[in-house]
């Protein structure tokens, strides 16, 4: 079984923490999809199924390839698995072209997950 990205903290108390999904719909998170350089949006949907966004016309996508953090943003490293592309959506307008993802597991089935702490620098 792949293990790949639950989701980040959004909220701590003095023993627990709350998490927020990578397939809830206010999810955002900077991804890159293959061996493609560039960086895109990863973000969730009301469907569960998280989607890559912001593609570029001259960027080719297909399916199977891995999803992993592109490391742009101070909270997630680069290189956490995300999933795999599973489809590419490209409407009439070519512009908002996305892919949804497929991630590792149940994201419902989740009951233990590690939390990465940014090493101060």
């Known amino acids: 079984m792949q293990i790949g990205l639950y989701g980040k903290i959004v909220g701590v108390n003095?023993?627990?923490?709350?998490?927020?999904?990578?397939?809830d719909t206010t999810s955002k998170i900077s991804v890159q999809v293959g061996t493609i350089k560039e960086s895109?949006?990863?973000?969730g949907t009301e469907e569960k199924i998280p989607k890559v966004t912001r593609i570029d016309d001259n960027v080719k996508i297909v399916r199977g390839m891995?999803?992993?953090?592109?490391?742009?943003s101070a909270v997630l490293p680069k290189g956490i698995y995300v999933g795999k592309?599973?489809?590419i959506i490209v409407p009439p307008n070519k512009i908002d072209t996305y892919a949804k993802v497929e991630l590792p597991e149940?994201?419902?089935?989740?009951?233990?997950?590690?939390?990465?702490?940014n090493k101060e620098k």
């Open 14 to 23: 003095e023993n627990t923490s709350t998490v927020k999904r990578i397939s």
């Open 40 to 43: 895109m949006i990863l973000e």
């Open 66 to 72: 891995d999803v992993i953090t592109s490391g742009e």
């Open 85 to 87: 592309i599973s489809d």
């Open 106 to 117: 149940n994201i419902n089935d989740v009951k233990n997950v590690m939390v990465l702490k």
